[in-house]
């Protein structure tokens, strides 16, 4: 239905122009998020720089955009609640030295286990905590201090100026791509709002209702640059106990929210990242913002996507939209403050229909009924919870129903050899969700002296295949039977070396199974 992403080749003029428009589309966002984590405005300007120009500088995908998110912002809340900004700050340290670790071990590859099913029902939830997170742009501080919708001739007006920017960004491609129609949107719907003296609020407006009202009349987004500084904790041991677990969820949801996008970029461009390089971007760059008073971050789909359509594929949009966005704080805060809502609120919803899998509708009823459940599962629960909660769910899910499938494929064909020994050619796994019916496919006290388990079109996958062939050789032993066990794997062997001289290994002619690697992660 709607074509966002268009295959416009890389150059400078497109790599400038989108990172200004990503620019313009990561203050309010850097501004809400650093209100939900409890922490000054500033605070999560900061972060974006920060994490946008070192992850586009050293980190695995260019193109990707990274900067302050509400997937960490709310495990923040209540560590800066009970401790405070300083503690927040050690423990986004402590956070990048798990993630840049993670890259080190190589851990970025095993992004790749995430079924399709996940990742669509990742793509659509995040779509959908895009679209819940702009209704906040619509309410409006009240005479008496409270946040209340809008309504009236104001709310019209935001209508209105929101269906202009998306039908600029949705027709302007058509008559030319030769700048961002983001970037034309947001700079018309303003000069329109400002000469046509519209009543629209501006972000200044929405900084100023998030604030306290005596803060609220010198609101600024003016700043200064970030300056190093150690986080003002106690370095003891009780330290690390209260920074630690926030410092470990910080990790695992920016990685995962990070190496998901990552992924999801990779399709869209027909290009491939490096998710271990990402990993020690990433990193390295929440490291440095607890050095510099930043709240950290990952990657942000959103403004990623606005990245994409606009035209950036390289590393020089994000640079780009990370400097643009340091010169607002620096220099041009009068102008970013003037920016109408409703145009970065617009930008975001065409984001968010270009984001979400519209053909998931059409296809749900024509995928096995499992995969259609862990779609709908995952997206829902990255809306209630949390995205890194939602793809470990919907990991398992998919484990479990792929190990429930493949128990049921062992099966046995049986013949005799010359000699009189009963042959069991296996087919299928052995592994933990098949042992009960392979226990189930022998007899062995209706079985002659001499059995032979064939496994040339088998394989031994983990230890509970182990403890049933190990079982099973005692009820045959017990029996005074022998057990013999043929064509198996250079993998399976290694395996088996733990079950002793229960069984008789006897390998010939076996098959070249290997188990598989990942080189280019």
Partial sequence: MFNLIYRTPSNVKNEVLS?????????????????????????????????????????????????????????????????????????????????????????????????????LGFVNGLAIVIFLAQMGQFMVKNAFGERVWMHGEMLYTMGILICITMLIIHFLPKLTKAVPSSLVAIVTVTLAVHLMGLEAR????????????????????????????????????????????????????????????LTLIDEITGTRGRGNRECIGQGIANTTNG????????????????????????????ITAALVLLAFILFGAALIEKIPLAALVGVMFMVVLGTFEWSSFRIIRKIPISDAIILVLVSAVTVIADLAIAVVIGVICSALVFAWKHAQHIHAEKSFSENGSKIYELRGPLFFGSVANFKEIFTPENDPEDVIIEFQRSRVSDHSGIEALDTLAERYQALGKTLHIRHLSPECVQLLKKAGDLCEVNVLEDPDYHVATDELA
Avoid: W
Wanted: net charge neutral; charged share 10%; with cysteine.
């Fill in 19 to 119: 990172g200004t428009t990503v620019a313009l589309a990561l203050v309010p966002e850097a501004v809400a998020f650093a209100f939900v984590a409890g922490l000054e405005p500033m605070v999560g300007l900061y972060a974006a720089f920060m994490m946008g120009l070192i992850t586009s500088i050293i980190g695995g995908r260019p193109g990707m955009i990274s900067g302050a998110t509400g997937a960490t912002a709310v495990v923040m809340v209540s560590l800066v609640a009970a401790h405070g900004a300083e503690y927040l700050f050690a423990a986004v340290i402590l956070g990048g030295a798990i993630q840049i670790g993670a890259g080190v071990l190589r851990l970025g590859k095993y992004i790749r286990m995430v079924p399709h099913p996940v990742m």
């Fill in 291 to 318: 050095f510099f008073g930043g709240m950290g971050g990952c990657a942000m789909i959103g403004q990623s996507m606005i990245n994409i359509n606009s035209g950036g594929r390289g590393r020089l949009s994000g």
């Fill in 202 to 261: 501006t972000v200044i407006d929405f900084v100023k209702d998030m604030l306290p009202t005596e803060q609220a009349a010198n609101a600024t987004l003016k700043g200064e640059l970030p300056s190093f500084s150690i986080p003002m904790v106690p370095f003891t041991f009780e330290t690390l106990k209260i920074i630690l677990p926030t410092a470990f969820i910080l990790a695992a949801v920016g990685l995962i929210e990070s190496l998901l996008t």
